[in-house]
């Protein structure tokens, strides 16, 4: 699921047993590898179809799949590479003032679109302007926008005369210290002006007021061919060191992960990229197959529904605590990952992650004690069924565990859920679904009880507040309905603090009171797995919401 666009001041990738992952230089300024074959096509093993594909901006596209597919087409500002420092992407470069915070992008002179447009300045002020407009939030398509984090901050943007709108300067109204992860694609202003913002790109990358298809990428999107495949082709006229290499790549949706992993083994396809799970060990000995993988801003977790389609047990803070001390977090983790990474830790904070030096555990407090988790529940009067589940005023406590259909180590992770729950009375009960389904309805919809799956994007920690803000203020990714005012004051002061010490004291701020409601059981930081063959060349994972399509220009088939 792509999420907010978290990134932090200072992290590190970490390195798990399964690979190496190198640190290659950004997809600007690439310098083309010796003996390249152009052409052809590469398969690329898809583990997740999109509802839709505008995942950036509206809420029922954002998913992970689907930005993976707009960053070819839709070009950003910065781009974050495997080690999360920044890269300049449109720009060649960008400065920064201060009382007030302005900062002046020149863009790059031969930046284009495919149609011939030069990208310019009109870009970035329609695409800050499609965010912040309220419109699009009242759509019955669309779902509303993923996040204003960000461009709510913006006061105005100034075009310098003289330079074609390649050079220009974005005030802030007050410090905002994230402002690298604005503009993490832009829109075309000429393609979209005037249109209903909700239907624009929900099944390709089209200009509405000429059919054709769109792009200041690499790539040009080519056909949907839903329930099955999706391609994308060169862009012939793209603006970058070189044309890609590749004549076109596929998104193969292989759906179920038994049947991914058996497809790179068998050369059904040519690289996959799945979540974790166990049937990849065996990959590391398998001949004609490389592994990379890496820790990035990638976590899982199980969010507590408390809106009014929910439990309605799940609004006291008091089934929510036994709810958590009822589940042995650490066991899981082991039992799931033992053989892939056997030092995978389970997570204790929603705003920092492991490998981040600003992590405080805050969520601990909660772990695994079925002993005071059921001085809770009786405390308040509930009293276990003849099957053992409590009932609390006159409610089971039984929640519909959802998340996504396919996925073998979620399938066995709900298991060990409900049979570490069942323990302690209380009863979850299976509601996967496609993903299109759950991401692309339930998700957003706020139809759900519990909701395992995982946030994903850059490390910067802003973006955490259209998550965990209310859901009336700048909650937009709020699905859970979780509300507390102090949390607001807390991630909003941390945006405007650009000392970073200072900075992630008030982050940790709001990650000590949220872990006081645990609106959201976290539960590790999940690790990346990108499996090709041999004759793959020029691909390396990105563990930010990049992946390895960071630098798809780069690809390239040896055989």
Not at 33 to 53: H, Y
Not at 113 to 137: C, E, L, P, S, Y
Not at 418 to 435: D, H, M, R, W, Y
Request: hydrophobic content about 40%.
């Amino acid at each position: 699921m792509h999420r907010r666009r978290l990134w932090p001041v200072a992290a590190l990738v970490l390195v798990v047993a399964l690979g190496l992952v190198t640190t290659a230089s950004a997809r600007v300024n690439h310098p083309a590898a010796p003996k390249v074959k152009t052409g052809g096509t590469l398969l690329f093993g898809a583990e997740q179809e999109p509802p839709c594909l505008n995942s950036q901006w509206l809420n029922d596209c954002n998913n992970t799949w689907a930005f993976y597919v707009q960053q070819l087409v839709l070009r950003s500002a910065f781009l974050t590479k495997p080690d999360f420092s920044y890269v300049p992407d449109l720009i060649t470069k960008a400065t920064l003032k201060l009382n007030p915070q302005r900062v002046t992008y020149y863009l790059r002179k031969n930046a284009k679109w495919n149609d011939g447009k030069q990208v310019t300045a009109t870009d970035f002020i329609f695409t800050w302007k499609t965010d912040m407009n309220k419109a699009w939030d009242s759509k019955p398509t669309g779902g509303g926008i993923v996040s204003r984090s960000g461009y709510d901050q913006i006061k105005g943007i100034s075009v310098k005369a003289g330079t074609g709108g390649k050079v220009f300067t974005v005030t802030f109204k007050p410090n905002y210290a994230d402002w690298k992860d604005v503009f993490g694609s832009v829109l075309p202003q000429h393609a979209l002006a005037g249109t209903d913002f909700s239907k624009d790109f929900i099944n390709d990358f089209t200009n509405p007021k000429n059919g054709k298809q769109i792009s200041d990428g690499p790539f040009v999107f080519s056909s949907w061919q839903h329930g099955s495949q999706l391609t994308m082709v060169r862009n012939p006229t793209w603006w970058g060191p070189h044309k890609a290499y590749l004549k076109s790549f596929t998104f193969r949706y292989l759906t179920n992960s038994n049947t991914e992993i058996q497809a790179v083994k068998a050369g059904d396809v040519d690289a996959i990229y799945p979540q974790p799970q166990l049937a990849l060990a065996p990959l590391r000995q398998t001949g004609g197959l490389r592994v990379q993988s890496s820790l990035g801003p990638v976590y899982e977790h199980i969010d507590i529904q408390q809106g009014p389609k929910g439990n309605p047990l799940a609004k006291n803070l008091w089934v929510r605590q036994a709810l958590m001390l009822s589940l042995n977090r650490a066991a899981i983790v082991k039992q799931l990952f033992g053989s892939l990474n056997p030092n995978l830790k389970t997570l204790d904070n929603v705003i920092y992650l492991n490998n981040q030096e600003q992590y405080v555990p805050h969520f601990k407090k909660w772990n695994y004690n079925p002993t005071k988790a059921t001085q809770i529940l009786t405390s308040h009067g509930c009293k276990k069924g003849g099957d053992g589940i409590y009932v609390c005023s006159g409610t089971r406590l039984s929640f519909a565990f959802e998340s996504t259909a396919g996925n073998q180590l979620r399938e066995l992770a709900f298991q060990l859920i409900q049979a570490n729950l069942k323990q302690g009375g209380i009863e979850v009960t299976n509601n996967f679904k496609p993903s299109s389904i759950a991401f692309g309805q339930d998700l957003p919809n706020s139809n759900y009880d519990l909701f395992m799956f995982a946030w994903v994007g850059s490390p910067d920690p802003a973006a955490n507040k259209a998550i965990w803000s209310c859901p009336n203020a700048l909650g937009t990714q709020n699905f859970m309905n979780y509300c507390n005012p102090k949390v607001d004051a807390a991630l909003n002061a941390a945006d405007t603090q650009l000392d970073p010490v200072k900075r992630a004291a008030l982050e940790n701020k709001g990650d000590s009171l949220i872990a006081n409601d645990i609106p959201s059981i976290p539960l590790y930081q999940k690790p990346t797995f990108l499996v090709m063959h041999n004759y793959v060349k020029g691909m390396t994972d990105n563990a930010t919401q990049y992946g390895p399509w960071w630098g798809a220009e780069n690809w390239w088939l040896s055989k």
